[in-house]
């Protein structure tokens, strides 16, 4: 289990419904992936209640008396769930233009392609990533910023396909979460 520093108490933080948690979450995800970490929960799916007035009020989605509402978070973990395999080999990548910017790549077993980066500071930023064994493949490109994030509960969509030839060069907005996958 792991969490932000925006601690309030045991069943509340002051940065649950923020785009700046689920940003936090995706760089740590990244991090620990490059640092060895084999395995990470979230705690709780959604909010619960544990008897007036202990609601814990921490999950991916809102307790029903908000229609069960999706955070921020849901949309970023909800990516990096769906298109990270178990038993994948991890990659940490190296050589982003800028220390805001920490990017891994995992292979899966059947040898699909997932790369996850984030840019954590106020600027565009780039990435140059470099990969074995891709050259003609195409990746497709899930990018969250606040302003791209979906309020409604959907998956957040690929917007591009982008083919790999010596490698992949990408712009990134300021604060955003970019998921390349070859995973359908």
């Keep these: 289990e792991f969490g932000s520093d925006a ?6 933080c002051s940065d649950t419904d923020t785009y700046d948690r689920a940003l ?17 929960i979230h705690w709780c799916l959604f909010d619960e209640n544990y008897g007036s007035p202990k ?9 029903k008396d908000s229609g069960w509402s999706a955070r921020p978070i849901y949309y970023v973990w909800s990516l990096i769930t769906r298109y990270t395999v178990p038993e994948s080999e991890i990659y940490p ?3 982003t233009e800028s220390g805001s910017v920490r990017a891994t790549a995992l292979q899966s077993p059947d040898g699909k392609w997932t790369v996850l ?3 954590f500071s106020g600027e565009d930023s780039k990435a140059d990533i470099a990969l074995d ?3 003609g493949l195409k990746f497709r490109r899930h990018m969250v910023t606040e302003k791209t994030l979906p309020d409604d509960g959907s998956i957040v969509p690929y917007d591009t ?10 712009s990134l907005p300021p604060k955003s979460f970019t998921v390349l996958t070859q995973i359908s």
């Excluded at 760089?27 to 084999?38: E, I, K």
């Excluded at 982008?162 to 060069?169: A, D, F, L, Q, R």
């Design 55 to 63: 609601r814990m009020n921490v999950g991916l989605m809102r307790y």
């Design 161 to 170: 396909e982008i083919p790999y030839g010596e490698g992949i060069s990408l």
């Design 24 to 40: 936090l979450y995706a760089r740590m995800t990244v991090n620990f992936l490059n640092s060895g970490c084999n395995g990470m």
């Design 117 to 119: 980066i984030t840019n």
């Design 93 to 95: 990548l190296i050589g």
């Design 133 to 135: 064994d891709v050259s």
């Design 7 to 12: 601690y309030i108490d045991s069943h509340n």
